[in-house]
């Protein structure tokens, strides 16, 4: 490399095993020269373990540090104990572009508290898909100018407040009926089709005032721009797309390599030299250190036989600078008067999304209830875990003859499930899962959709959908089951119950 202070490890982001920062993992970062690091849920004690650790980060990694974190709101939010934001669908429920923006600033001052200064959201996928099982709450919904709109707006909130957006995932990963993290997607789409729908938000947020300082890769593969690689391994797609026809110079990281659909193909060091030679800035590569270890050296072994040329590492090293010094990763106070500002915010928002579709009403304040819903909901590596049994009883304190069943599963619901005895049958779905066509003969009096909201088409019944399950929304669920709100959003994605 040209330059003496380039080392190959200012390339790479890699994550830590536990939530301090212990002694061989301090030795690797300094030894390979890292400054990127990306904080996962095994990261995540106690405020004040966060805080420690960050500080701990910071010294080590020095003053161009780029500390990451997956905090879109919704299911998919790391740092649990800041203020809950809404999922991107709720904020299209609702349609306001300020109430977005203000939420994006909102989540900001969150992260930027404990040292945050890259925060891999706003999704800009364009879920057109129901059948997508990765995205669905994450979209802000389907149609891509109200995608454009609240994303932008998001984004300018938290860049205001000093923390960097990474928009995700390019080309898009809306129309998807695979999950990129258990397997290698395809969408057989032309570059004209593309054009039409999933690049709109990715176009018009690639320049300009609302630009987004960095994107995120999608593992998929379009077999009509490159039939060989997925678009984090692609030139066609990553250079030729995205760097040339679009024009697009911020930071392009990629998705995490030890997802399946690159790593039981390529592994972690040779995917980051693929990405790299495609026109990536920055491989994710986390796991062990001795696979990050092992990047790394890829790296450094690809520049010097002329794999990698140095002018392509050097405009990415060039480019991931100009990002940490734009939002630098020192932390900023925040007073509890701000925090519980945003708490309030957020809980507002929340309420704004929530959404009646088919007729759905409050069940009778007097009326005796039976509620089905899952025990617990595991986390599945992307989202949080899903709302338990204990939480759901939470909802109907309010009224004083409910009979609950949890089910292990509730992709096991049928025709037998919920009697017909003259209780008021609910259905709380607090897993992800689309049903089977056998729950379609369960049809309840009312089905809450918590998580996935999709979910509605599987059931025959009045569904209120809530696009989450976080503080904020369950507060606005339990005030419209009592009565006591409305569900003034309208859902951004065709959504029809079943006919009962």
């Not at 520049?303 to 990002?323: I, N, S, T």
């Not at 409910?402 to 017909?420: G, H, K, M, W, Y």
């Amino acid at each position: 490399m040209s330059h003496p202070d380039f080392h190959p490890g200012h390339l790479v982001m890699v994550d830590l095993p536990g939530t301090s920062l212990d002694t061989e993992s301090a030795t690797f970062l300094r030894r390979h020269h890292i400054r990127a690091i990306c904080l996962f849920r095994k990261n995540l004690g106690s405020e004040d373990e966060v805080r420690r650790l960050i500080t701990e980060l910071r010294e080590v990694l020095g003053p161009e540090a780029l500390i990451g974190m997956d905090q879109e709101g919704g299911s998919v939010v790391r740092a649990t104990f800041l203020p809950q934001a809404p999922a991107a669908m709720a904020l299209g429920a609702a349609d306001d572009e300020a109430l977005a923006e203000a939420v994006g600033a909102a989540v900001a001052r969150g992260l930027r508290s404990l040292g945050i200064n890259w925060n891999f959201a706003p999704v800009l996928d364009v879920n057109n898909n129901p059948a997508n099982p990765v995205i669905a709450e994450r979209s802000f919904g389907a149609d891509p100018e109200r995608v454009t709109r609240l994303a932008a707006a998001w984004m300018r909130g938290s860049l205001r407040e000093g923390v960097a957006c990474c928009a995700k995932h390019f080309p898009g990963h809306g129309d998807t009926h695979v999950d990129s993290h258990h397997a290698l997607p395809t969408v057989d789409k032309s570059l004209e089709e593309l054009e039409a729908l999933e690049l709109i938000p990715f176009r018009a947020l690639a320049h300009g005032p609302d630009a987004a300082p960095a994107l995120m890769t999608a593992h998929i593969v379009y077999p009509q721009i490159d039939a060989a690689h997925p678009a984090t391994l692609s030139r066609p797609v990553l250079t030729g797309l995205l760097r040339e026809r679009i024009g697009y110079d911020g930071v392009v990281i990629t998705d995490a390599l030890f997802m399946k659909a690159v790593h039981e193909r390529y592994g972690h060091a040779r995917g980051a030299v693929m990405a790299l030679q495609a026109g990536a800035d920055m491989p994710l590569a986390q796991g062990s250190v001795q696979e990050q270890s092992d990047t790394v050296q890829a790296i450094e072994e690809a520049l010097r036989e002329g794999e990698l040329l140095p002018q392509q590492a050097q405009r990415a090293a060039q480019r991931l600078a100009r990002l940490a010094q734009a939002y630098p990763a020192t932390p900023r106070v925040y007073d509890e008067a701000q925090r519980a500002h945003d708490d309030a915010l957020m809980h507002r928002a929340w309420a704004r999304g929530l959404t009646a579709l088919g007729g759905a009403l409050p069940p009778p304040r007097g009326a005796a209830l039976r509620v089905l819903t899952q025990a617990s909901v595991a986390s599945d590596g992307v989202s949080e875990a899903g709302l338990p049994a204990a939480k759901v009883r939470e909802l109907f304190a309010g009224f004083d003859n409910v009979e609950f069943i949890t089910l292990p599963d509730l992709q096991a619901i049928n025709a037998t499930s919920l009697p017909r005895d003259g209780r008021v049958n609910l259905l709380v779905s607090n897993q992800r899962t689309r049903y089977p066509g056998t729950a379609a003969a369960a049809r309840p009096d009312l089905h809450l959709a918590l998580w996935n909201p999709f979910q509605v088409l599987d059931i025959a019944a009045p569904a209120l959908v809530s696009w989450g399950y976080a503080d904020g929304a369950l507060a606005a669920v339990r005030a419209w089951l009592e009565g006591a709100a409305d569900a003034p959003g309208r859902a951004p994605v065709a959504l029809a119950p079943l006919s009962a």
